[in-house]
């Protein structure tokens, strides 16, 4: 089974500081969650991740599944906005996130 780490980039947020809510997001799950670093023992070779481009909605929906751990990312540069959700890698997705737009 393929682990997947799925980052939602709120729509609003211009392309640099939607890379920098990504890089940030990676970083924070890895030293903040046990299950990010056991994921990263096991799975490193096969690192996938998938970066979407949500609504705001979308966004506070996604924070309403509980069983899937998650991290806020904000940026100062934004008055401490919302920028995204960097979710712990697991195994099995809820067909939400499955419907969610890539960021492109």
């Known amino acids: 089974m393929a682990y997947k780490m799925y980052i939602l980039i709120k729509d609003s947020v211009d392309i640099g500081h939607a890379l920098l809510a990504c890089a940030h997001g990676s970083l924070s799950c890895y030293l903040r ?38 991290i806020i990312v904000t940026e100062s540069g934004l008055n401490d906005m919302e920028t995204a959700l960097v979710f712990v890698p697991r195994g099995e997705w809820p067909e939400f996130f499955k419907s969610l737009k890539l960021y492109k």
């Open 33 to 70: 969650t046990p299950e990010f670093r056991h994921w990263w023992d096991l799975y490193m070779q096969s690192f996938r991740k998938v970066v979407c481009k949500v609504t705001d909605k979308e966004f506070e929906k996604a924070k309403t599944y509980i069983d899937c751990h998650y």
